[in-house]
């Protein structure tokens, strides 16, 4: 069965540092990586897809994925204090849609 | 933005009571995925529709929750018998189809407490 975990649990990064966040799984068949948001109490916004190892862009949201390794990270660039939220990475396997949730990240930009 | 709607927003009940939450589905999207986040922000994966039809669903699913996918009528999800342990986050995602490129995307959620 799928286990993905999250790095760290919490996170405090300045406005305008760099983010990184970092996921590992365990099912090295896994081919559908994705990175969701989710501000207090509210629903999930996909900020990134990515499904072939190396780097994939949206804007400042950065993923790497490294299947090898069983990893999987998001960076954001220029975080803003809306960035702080939860960032929970999901995992799915070749040729389906559910997911898999690792706990989140709790992100939290300073001014 | 997603445009998935989930109502209530808020869910308040009593142990044995039923609890019903409902989904709106992105148009055009004939997959939908319930699941619940826990307050330790675990997720479990509910069930699963592809159309009207139920692709998956876990045991707890299959014993006191019921779920349906009627056509041009929001989705459900219903608690026949709430225990305390079902308070949470009831997230609704829709697809446009199930292939593991296909990106889920979520509604607001139903925020359900059992007292």
């Known amino acids: 069965q799928q286990k993905v975990q999250q790095s760290p649990e919490s996170l405090t990064v300045s406005e305008g540092a760099m983010a990184s966040l970092n996921c590992t799984f365990s099912?090295?068949?896994?081919?559908?990586f994705r990175w969701y948001r989710q501000h207090s109490a509210k629903g999930l916004e996909v900020l990134v897809s990515i499904f072939s190892d190396g780097e994939k862009e949206e804007g400042r949201f950065t993923a790497h994925l490294n299947r090898a390794n069983l990893h999987v990270s998001l960076h954001i660039r220029e975080p803003q204090p809306s960035d702080s939220a939860v960032y929970l990475c999901a995992v799915s396997p070749s040729g389906y849609n559910k997911l898999t949730f690792g706990k989140g990240t709790v992100l939290l930009v300073s001014p | 933005n997603s445009k998935v709607i989930q109502t209530p927003r808020y869910l308040v009940k009593g142990q044995g009571q039923k609890a019903k939450m409902r989904c709106i589905p992105e148009?055009?999207?004939?997959?939908v995925f319930w699941y619940q986040q826990n307050k330790n922000n675990e997720f479990k994966f509910l069930i699963n529709?592809?159309?009207?039809?139920?692709?998956?669903q876990i045991d707890m699913t299959e014993k006191r929750f019921s779920a349906e996918c009627p056509s041009n009528s929001p989705c459900s999800l219903e608690i026949q018998s709430s225990e305390a342990g079902d308070s949470a986050l009831y997230l609704c995602?829709?697809?446009?189809?199930?292939?593991?490129?296909?990106?889920?995307?979520f509604g607001s959620g139903t925020r359900l407490t059992v007292l």
């Open positions: 099912d090295g068949t896994s081919n559908n």
């Open positions: 995602a829709s697809s446009p189809g199930l292939g593991g490129a296909e990106t889920l995307y």
């Open positions: 529709f592809q159309n009207q039809e139920v692709l998956q």
């Open positions: 148009k055009g999207h004939p997959v």
